[in-house]
């Protein structure tokens, strides 16, 4: 009995094995799909073209790209021309009311950041885009807003970053 296992896995192992192997993707275990060629990412400066600018928000956003690609991937930061190349705006920083009250007066209001990204995927370009990414968070109306805005920028800058991220390098 234990011979016919032993012999099932090693079957196993020798068929399965070759086959992962001749995978044209390097998995990892961040849901990351990245192709065995890429070897760089390039992310080049945001620019903020928002009717209202908060003035750190572009070096913010595009850091927390570079960094989310050192953190989940093998890629080595370049500055320009990299496999996978980032470039973009942002397009939308916008405070509105959401939720009005009987009195005409908002309950609650929203923050909604903007950012339209260009990725030129250099290893297979089909996987390229140019889209944008909307996210936001709700504030209540009785907050001072620039007392929390730096905690809803991050808030929303790591939304933004898991989309910009997943939507170049989760090809499943």
């Given amino acids: 009995m234990r011979m016919s296992v032993l012999k099932s896995v090693i079957f196993a192992f020798l068929v399965f094995v070759p086959v992962?192997?001749?995978c044209k993707m390097s998995y990892?275990?961040?849901?990351?799909?990245i192709p065995p060629e890429a070897k760089t990412v390039s992310v080049?400066?945001?620019?903020?073209?928002?009717?209202?600018?908060?003035?750190?928000?572009?070096?913010?956003?595009?850091?927390e790209v570079k960094n989310r690609f050192i953190s989940q991937t093998r890629l080595g930061v370049v500055n320009e021309f990299g496999d996978f190349a980032f470039s973009g705006q942002i397009t939308q920083y916008n405070v509105a009311p959401i939720a009005i009250q009987g009195n005409e007066v908002a309950a609650?209001?929203?923050?909604?950041?903007?950012?339209?990204v260009?990725?030129?995927?250099?290893?297979?370009?089909?996987?390229s885009y140019d889209k944008t990414f909307t996210q936001y968070?709700?504030?209540?109306?009785?907050?001072n807003f620039s007392s929390i805005e730096s905690s809803l920028v991050t808030t929303i800058v790591e939304k933004l970053v898991d989309d910009i991220f997943n939507a170049a390098a989760a090809n499943w």
Avoid: M
């Fill in 20 to 22: 992962l192997q001749g």
């Fill in 28 to 33: 990892s275990f961040t849901g990351a799909s």
């Fill in 44 to 63: 080049q400066l945001f620019q903020n073209l928002a009717s209202i600018v908060n003035p750190s928000l572009n070096t913010y956003l595009t850091e």
């Fill in 108 to 116: 609650q209001n929203r923050l909604t950041i903007s950012v339209k």
């Fill in 118 to 127: 260009k990725f030129v995927n250099a290893i297979d370009p089909k996987l």
């Fill in 137 to 143: 968070e709700n504030f209540e109306s009785s907050q």
